[in-house]
């Protein structure tokens, strides 16, 4: 289990194989929505609770669950998912909810060092969400609408607050909304360059969490880096992925 700030994941996993995940948001009982969504989950291949062999909770909220005594940071299960999509990358980007990590693997895939955002929610899902709002577009069609842009807005900051008066100031300008997606796609990327180097890993690159979804984020990211991006087919549920690999790795053990 996963439970993020905004969403909570469940993957289940038997003999090393993925047989079921799901997502829903986190809403104000955290614990409650993730024991509900789990439920779900094994009901629909036909189990329970009792079924299952050892749970793992990570995430921000994984201390409001109160049905596992296993919690794990995000960090190391990121890592842990990470390796097991793509054993090639060096470096992970997990851009979720309220917070950006970039965590460095070793050859074996364990943590070698890592970095996080500041408590600013500048380039995170929430961020986005905002502008989302401010802009009157769909979060889902952000990205694909961003590759249209002719002349990009640079914003003059990063700052979600300021971020959105000034969105709302470039509309009032009669500026294209395609423009003004690829400048806010551009200060994520900007935010998240300067995290990946100062931890100066060079490489490909795994970008996880839900804003990797965000094709026009991703061109930007692979622009300021001058590299590659893997991301994965469901990227937002790495984290609960390799919770869920250590979950088998603690039943082995």
């Known amino acids: 289990m996963d439970v993020g700030a905004i969403t909570i994941k469940s993957v289940i996993m038997k003999d090393d194989k993925i047989v079921g995940y799901n997502l829903a948001n986190t809403g104000m009982r955290p614990g409650e929505e993730s024991k509900g969504l789990l ?5 629909k291949r036909g189990l329970n609770l009792e079924d299952v062999n050892s749970i ?30 793509n054993d090639k990358s060096r470096m992970v ?5 309220q917070g950006i990590r970039v965590i460095e693997l070793d050859e074996k895939g364990d943590v070698s060092n890592f970095l996080t955002n500041d408590k600013c929610s500048a380039g995170t899902g929430c961020f986005l ?3 989302s709002y401010a802009l009157q577009v769909d979060l889902d069609k952000m990205g694909e609408l961003s ?5 990009p807005k640079k914003l003059s900051t990063t700052c979600s607050i300021f971020a959105e008066s000034e969105v709302v100031s470039l509309v009032a300008r009669g500026m294209k909304k395609e423009d ?18 100062t931890l100066g890993v060079k490489g490909e690159i795994f970008l996880a969490g839900g804003v990797a979804r965000n094709i026009g984020v991703r061109k930007a990211l692979e622009s300021r880096l001058n590299g590659n991006i893997y991301v994965a087919r469901y990227p937002q549920i790495v984290c609960a992925l390799g919770a ?8 082995g053990n």
């Open 180 to 197: 003004i997606l690829a400048g806010l796609h551009d200060s994520v990327a900007r935010k998240v360059t300067g995290l990946v180097k």
């Open 129 to 131: 969400d905002m502008m």
């Open 39 to 43: 439920e779900k989950n094994l009901n």
């Open 93 to 97: 980007v997990d851009i979720g909810g």
């Open 244 to 251: 869920a690999l250590i979950a088998q790795e603690e039943v």
């Open 56 to 85: 793992i909770a990570t995430g921000h909220g994984r201390h409001s669950l109160d049905f596992t005594e296993i919690k794990k940071s995000e960090i190391t299960c990121i890592a842990k998912g990470a390796k097991r999509l």
């Open 147 to 151: 590759l249209n842009a002719c002349e």
